[in-house]
């Protein structure tokens, strides 16, 4: 009887990894094992930090990150350094980035740089040597709200070129801003 309380579930099993083998050919390109890898390699092959494309707006072509968000560059900048620092931060948060920065259509590739930041060492995305903002009061792709703040803060064209048109609109809709 105990031999028999031991084959049964040994006989169980092989019976279930038998019909778990069957006589189908597995499809190496329904691997999942496969497909896994193929995910970690795509993931470790996309850029640790922010993609860089271009959209419209009513300013016209401007660069924004990879979610849509306008990108400003702070004339008291000189090339390759930020001069916006402490309080200013709080309205103008850097681009940042941890590796580099991937180019989408319509970014000059050669244009995008970065540059240590001096107060907390990361790294600022920059175009044309210029530092990249995004402005605290724009909460949704396609805003301009910094557009114009005390006439220092300006929308980046692909060219690298500073956007200095106003708009009414983003004027209204908090483009009045301390820094």
Known sequence: MRLRARVLPLIAAAGLLAAACGNDVADPADDPIDDAIEEEDDAA????????????????????????????????????????????????PPLTVDGDPAVG???????????????????QVTYDGMPLYFWAGDAAPGDVNGQGVNDVWWVVAPDGSAITDLLDDAMEDGGVGEY
């Open 45 to 92: 092959a996309a850029p640790d930090g922010v993609e860089l494309a271009v959209a419209d707006s009513p300013l016209g072509a401007h660069l924004v990150d990879g979610d849509g968000l306008t990108l400003y560059l702070f004339d008291n900048d000189e090339p390759g350094v930020s001069n916006c620092t402490d309080d200013c931060l709080a309205s103008w």
């Open 105 to 123: 259509d319509g970014v000059d590739g050669a244009l995008v740089g970065t540059i240590e930041r001096e107060d907390d060492g990361s790294t």
